[in-house]
T-cell receptor
Framework: GAVVSQHPSRVICKSGTSVKIECRSL??????MFWYRQFPKQSLMLMAT?????????EQGVEKDKFLINHASLTLSTLTVTSAHPEDSSFYIC?????????FGPGTRLTVT | DAKTTQPPSMDCAEGRAANLPCNHS???????VYWYRQIHSQGPQYIIH???NNETNEMASLIITEDRKSSTLILPHATLRDTAVYYC????????????FGAGTILRVKS
């Protein structure tokens, strides 16, 4: 099956700094990628839809200026958490649409201290 | 996109079939039913999807009722590695094919 990677798998940062998470589709081109956030013992929450070459579409309640999304190529989307705070600590997961289905990355564990 | 309803948890004996139900009574004609599972601290894994007809692949079978208001995911011979949260999602091109996750069903396979 198709493979989606994320980097880094884990990151610890200090409050007030920014963190960039990369999502790559390794063996297929993805015009659309999705970003999710998951808090402990909760389900995945869709944050935004990322379209190659255009602005991302954010779900209601998600701050677009805090969670910057860039989808510069058909195989790479990035999520930047700006001015991170401890409440942004979460598991961030990306998904890439390809071959008629959605493939998920392994997730990035962000801890803000 | 149609809301789906799943039981919060189920237990299954190892080697037996696991039957996971999902209700999607408001599903529209062009919405597909997708099943994913998530093993602890990993990204969701695609299992199967269907529109009207029953589907089978190497992982599971999907049985969709004739009125499409409910479906059942069947893992024919559950193993301990099938312990996970299983999500049933209805979506269509109209909704940008977005996958919106509900609470899912925690399946515990026990030896």
């Amino acid at each position: 099956g198709a493979v989606v990677s994320q980097h880094p798998s884990r990151v610890i940062c200090k409050s007030g700094t920014s963190v960039k998470i990369e999502c790559r589709s390794l063996d297929f081109q993805a015009t659309t990628m999705f970003w999710y956030r998951q808090f402990p013992k909760q389900s995945l929450m869709l944050m935004a839809t990322s379209n190659e070459g255009s602005k991302a579409t954010y779900e209601q309640g998600v701050e677009k200026d805090k969670f910057l999304i860039n989808h510069a190529s058909l195989t790479l989307s990035t999520l930047t958490v700006t001015s991170a705070h401890p409440e942004d600590s979460s598991f961030y997961i990306c998904s890439a649409a390809g071959q008629g289905r959605k493939y998920f990355g392994p997730g990035t564990r962000l801890t803000v201290t | 996109d149609a809301k789906t309803t799943q039981p919060p948890s189920m237990d299954c004996a190892e080697g037996r079939a696991a039957n996971l139900p999902c209700n999607h009574s408001t599903i529209s004609g062009n919405e597909y039913v997708y099943w994913y599972r998530q093993i602890h601290s990993q990204g969701p894994q695609y299992i199967i999807h269907g529109l009207k007809n029953n589907e089978t692949n190497e992982m599971a079978s999907l049985i969709i009722t004739e009125d499409r208001k409910s479906s059942t995911l069947i893992l024919p011979h559950a193993t301990l590695r099938d312990t996970a949260v299983y999500y049933c999602i209805a979506t269509s091109v109209e909704y940008g094919n977005k996958l919106v996750f509900g609470a899912g069903t925690i399946l515990r396979v026990k030896s």
